[in-house]
């Protein structure tokens, strides 16, 4: 046992090694040169820091519309995610197992979005593929409170919408950061994400509070409806914006 146990903490320090190795590899390729960091003495308080960030994304279209619609899919998106272990273990009848199955099965797809990602961009457009994909992942998430019959039915059309709604979602995050890096200036990158990240998820607690209450008084699958829609107006609310008509990434 103590062979196995060294053994370990030798494989573990080697991998660290390498780790760092490589990291200090790639560091010293990088050729852009950084900018200086604001000396403590010339930074202003972290209040008017945080204002300053937020009224930089209120100013800006884009990023209002980002900001908003991120704010509506992170409220409705908690009606889902507060019942969906209930949801589809008590009323769906399906096998703790089986959703631990659905759900590593979305961890896989969302990889595969990823790599998705920069080629639904060349054809669509940046804008386009950031509310394509959000209206899409609400569209398939229809299926979750649709589902109903035998457990081997019902689990077929829970694994459809973790397959094709994750890679969906998957492509949607990753292009709406990228358009936020290419809209927010390097010296306010902090600031203006933090207050995107404050309206946004703000409102998850709230969202879920809600679902709870709703839940209470008309069920969980009527419920989980409202989740949904709300998940597909936010996906429209950027493909009806100015947002749409961003074409693409900078490289």
Known sequence: MEDSILTRSVTTRDRDEYEATRSAFCLARIRKPEAQPVSAKHRRSAWHESIEGLQFVLKSPLLRTLAGSAGVFNFFGTFVG???TLYVIRTLGVSPIILGLLIAAGGLSALVGAWLAERVVRHLGLGLTIGGGLFMYGLIGLL???AH???????IVL?????VGDVAVSIHLITELSLRQMLIPAHLAGRANTAIQFLTLGVAPFGALLAGVIAEHVGVRFTLFIGVFGVIVAGLWILLS???RVQAMES
Do not use: A, D
């Open 144 to 146: 979750v409170p649709l």
């Open 82 to 84: 507060t019942f969906y």
């Open 159 to 163: 694994f459809v919408s973790q397959l």
């Open 149 to 155: 019959g035998p457990v081997s039915v019902v689990v």
């Open 242 to 244: 100015p947002v749409r």
